[in-house]
């Protein structure tokens, strides 16, 4: 059995053809892998934002709060020096004063 020239001629091109298809389908395959690669990381670099601006969120809601606990506190204790100053008034007495707050009243 022996091949005339257009045979291996035609044998080796089509080899080739097919050799050039099957890398350019790697070529393809290995770029959409690598645009999902950079999917997921974009999402997971959203993620991590997100998740830096509950953290920043929360943490500027528990200032607000720790400072307005500071503000009550302050109020709280300037109420009682002045009190404690009016009853101590000799033009003035405790009959004087409205009842005192209880805590629940001071805080609804």
Do not use: W
């Not at 830096?52 to 943490?59: E, F, L, M, Q």
């Not at 009853?87 to 003035?92: H, K, N, T, Y």
Request: neutral net charge; proline residues 5%.
């Amino acid at each position: 059995m022996t091949m005339e020239a257009a045979q291996l001629i035609t044998i080796i091109l089509s080899s080739s053809v097919v050799s050039g298809i099957v890398l350019k389908l790697f070529d393809l395959i290995k770029d959409a892998r690598a645009g999902q690669l950079q999917q997921r990381r974009a999402e997971v670099d959203r993620a991590e934002t997100e998740k830096d601006k509950a953290i920043a969120r929360a943490d500027a809601a528990e200032a607000a709060e720790e400072a307005q606990a500071r503000r009550t506190r302050i109020v709280e204790e300037s109420l009682a020096v002045h009190r404690r100053l009016i009853i101590d008034a000799p033009c003035l007495g405790p009959g004087t004063l409205p009842e005192y707050p209880s805590r629940s009243e001071r805080n609804p």
